[in-house]
């Protein structure tokens, strides 16, 4: 297990892609879950709602694993990747939230 550790994100997230390898992928989430939580908790304020959106945003990476791992250099981090879909996710989500209670009214 120690030498995942001393990959980087895109080499990790290149494993995944390659080889489906689980534990390669798990690394990622561990390293940034708390980061994508805090960054999904400051925008929509409810611990419930960021802990979805989270899961959705690592669901995603899972998705697009090869294409974001081709387009990023292999030293870098998913950070800027994973903190720009976080805030899509969360507006996105504010806005079909909005829409399906003016919708209820």
Known sequence: MGEMQEQSDIQLLRVYADTGNETA???????????V????LRQLGSSDLAGDVAQSVFTDLARKARPVAAKLAENSSL???????TRFAALTFLRDDRRRLAHER
């Open 25 to 35: 992928f798990r690394e990622i989430v561990t390293r940034h879950a708390d980061l």
């Open 37 to 40: 939580y805090s960054a999904a």
């Open 79 to 85: 950070i800027g990747w994973l903190y720009r879909s």
